[in-house]
């Protein structure tokens, strides 16, 4: 499957752990797979257009007001073993603050996972990954 997976613009998390266990003879579970993601920082994307949530920007004195947003694209979880869990989701990326309808990169929060967004990573995000831990293994004794 290697031939086709570098071929796709997205692969799925459970694509992109049978690719990384092809890649590095290491079989890792889903929530292995995020946990190691999220640690070395592999981006791990959902299709954000059209959804709604909501940003914490500061308020007055050290409180933060939740300011509803519009996704504006594709986002970065920001962390991916939170993806399964009963709370809100942090993304970064494009959304819309305000009724300007500008898109701003920033920090939001998605209120409802929605699987038939995500998540994706990509191709080249997966072979680096795998190339930092086949560089890890051979570093060993």
């Known amino acids: 499957m290697e031939k086709a997976y570098r071929l796709l613009p997205w692969l799925t998390v459970t694509q992109a752990a049978?690719?990384?266990e092809q890649l590095t003879e290491t079989i890792l579970s889903h929530d292995d797979f995020l946990q190691l993601c999220e640690a070395v920082q592999c981006p791990v994307y959902l299709n954000?257009?059209?959804w709604h949530g909501f940003a914490e920007l500061p308020g007055c004195g050290s409180s933060f007001v939740k300011v509803p947003v519009i996704g504006a694209g594709y986002c970065v979880i920001t962390r991916?073993?939170?993806l399964y869990e009963d709370s809100p989701l942090p993304v970064r990326g494009p959304a819309i603050l305000?009724?300007?309808g500008k898109p701003e990169e920033c920090d939001w929060f998605?209120?409802?996972y929605d699987e038939t967004r995500g998540p994706a990573l990509t191709p080249n995000d997966i072979q680096a990954l795998a190339a930092r831990m086949n560089a890890v293994a051979d570093k060993q004794p």
């Open 80 to 82: 991916p073993t939170q």
């Open 98 to 100: 305000d009724t300007s």
């Open 110 to 112: 998605l209120p409802d």
């Open 18 to 20: 049978n690719w990384i």
């Open 48 to 50: 954000c257009q059209d």
